[in-house]
DNA sequence: TTGACGTACAACCATTCGGTTGTAGGATGA
DNA sequence: TCATCCTACAACCGAATGGTTGTACGTCAA
């Protein structure tokens, strides 16, 4: 149980790590944490086709990290509350973790003292 | 000036959530966070080629994440100190943004009421 | 000196990625 | 109704990724 829940951490991790491995991705991820934006109205701010755009919104909805609301004929991009927040904590987790190590230098050195 | 500064941000940004984006290299982090260890050791705890063990921690060095230092015939990986730590601010400059953005809805809310 | 160990790196392979163009379908306004 | 706007998606392409095996080089111990 908790192995496949673990495998599905993981999954959900990779995509989100790899959705924001894109300046394009991480710019419209900054931009609709502002303000939902039509996928149209993202693609006329990039130099690249319509479709180009559209696929990286499709990748961040995958990661979770931006979710569509039908709006009329457009698509409403939003950030995500919690995926966010979400990303921040596992970092916090590495750091935590990091920070263990940089006690047992302390503790070495104040032994050395 | 700002524009070439811009895009190296963007560059090393890339190269660290790339390097994240895999769980193997996320693993590998969490390990050298807690202690040095030699590429052959780390290479032992999982199921692939040594060779592709060491693609992971050249990715992790690439990205600033971890650093190599040679000690006899092994060469130790650690975490870096300051590199998590500004993944993490990144995500936090996000995060500070997405708030912006719920003041903003709280603001409108008030209004309403 | 000679093995054995730890590492580096090249070459190769299948898959994924970031981009393109083209086609098609649902919603809107005249 | 009909032209237009916005979106969706398939097919394709070159480059990068994540893995493999094989070869070569420095370092240590016997």
Redo the contacts between chains.
Sequence with gaps: MTVSADALI?DR??AV??A????TR?DI??RV???GLSVSELASSYDMSFAAVQKHVAVLERAGLVTKERVGRSQVTR?D?GA??T??DL??E??V??R???E?IDALLAEDA
Tied chains: 1, 2.
């Design positions: 993981d991790t990779d790590f790899q924001l491995a894109d300046r991480r991820v900054r944490a502002v303000e950030a509350v966010i927040r990303v921040r970092l916090g590495l750091e973790q990091w263990g190590r940089v047992r």
